[in-house]
């Protein structure tokens, strides 16, 4: 068994990519770090305004998740993995969620708004009349 065989290849393939797997290793570790503390400080900034927690678990964990998406496709991108289909994915289930709450939120909003509306000539005109 002749070594020279066996090391040109493993030589010329660790060279190749061994750069670009450090660069994905740190974009992904950094891009995790920095979207944990992202996610932390929108959590912190809606205590501070007293939002309610539910609201502030939820919107804290989609931040966190969306960003580590986003870092994992830009890793996938630094090992040389075309990445155009997973963008392609993304905006299509993005796409999906908008037209699945394009409905239901208006109707909500606007019923909110009518009834406090409401609330608010009843007060006002029963002190009027």
């Known amino acids: 068994m002749n070594f020279e065989n066996i090391f040109e290849p493993v030589s010329y393939w660790v060279t ?3 750069m670009k797997l450090f660069a994905a290793l740190l974009v992904f570790f ?3 770090w920095l979207s944990g503390h992202i996610s932390r400080l929108v959590a912190r900034l809606l205590e501070k305004n007293k939002a309610e927690p539910t609201l502030i ?9 969306t960003l580590l998406v986003l870092v994992l496709v830009a890793a996938a991108g630094q090992l040389g993995i075309n990445t155009t289909s997973f963008l392609t994915i993304i905006g299509a289930a ?10 239901p939120a208006p109707d ?3 019923f909110r708004t009518r009834t406090q509306q ?5 007060a006002v005109l029963g002190e009027i009349r």
Request: hydrophobic share 40%; net charge positive.
């Open 16 to 18: 190749t990519y061994s």
């Open 30 to 32: 950094i891009g995790k």
């Open 57 to 65: 678990h939820f919107l804290e964990n989609l931040i966190y998740y």
């Open 94 to 103: 993005g796409l999906a969620v908008a037209l699945a709450l394009k409905d």
């Open 108 to 110: 909500h909003c606007c």
């Open 118 to 122: 409401y609330q608010f000539h009843r």
